[in-house]
């Protein structure tokens, strides 16, 4: 079962996408454990698929890049799943501070 998360923007879709893929490398930085392995690749235009290893969980998530929001689909593992509202407010926050670079987002 994915978790959808709604990431809004005013970037606009080049953008957004340009920005997410200088910013991937980031990615590790930001998930807890303080390492992380992020797979990431660009199967469609607008989409990106990543793969994230850490603590010993795997989780796979699409982002799709629209206009004024990037859609996340996150799929998170069973042992995962009870902390989806953390995790959900985790990559909203991380999300909007990697994309707007606003470290100021509570």
């Known amino acids: 079962m994915a978790t959808q ?3 809004p923007h005013t970037l606009g879709r080049e ?3 340009r920005r997410m893929k200088a910013r991937t490398g980031d990615l590790p930085n930001h ?3 303080g390492v992380a392995d992020v797979r990431s690749s660009w199967p469609e235009d607008y989409r990106m698929a990543l793969s994230i290893a850490a603590l010993g969980q795997s989780v796979s998530a699409t982002l799709d890049v629209e206009d004024q929001r ?7 593992p069973p042992m995962l799943r009870f902390a989806s509202g953390a ?3 985790a990559v909203q926050r991380k999300g909007r501070e990697l994309l707007l670079g606003d470290s ?3």
Do not use: H, T
């Open 5 to 7: 998360i709604d990431l």
């Open 15 to 17: 953008e957004a996408r």
């Open 31 to 33: 998930i807890p454990g």
């Open 70 to 76: 990037i859609r996340i689909s996150l799929d998170l």
């Open 87 to 89: 995790i959900e407010a």
């Open 104 to 106: 100021s987002v509570a």
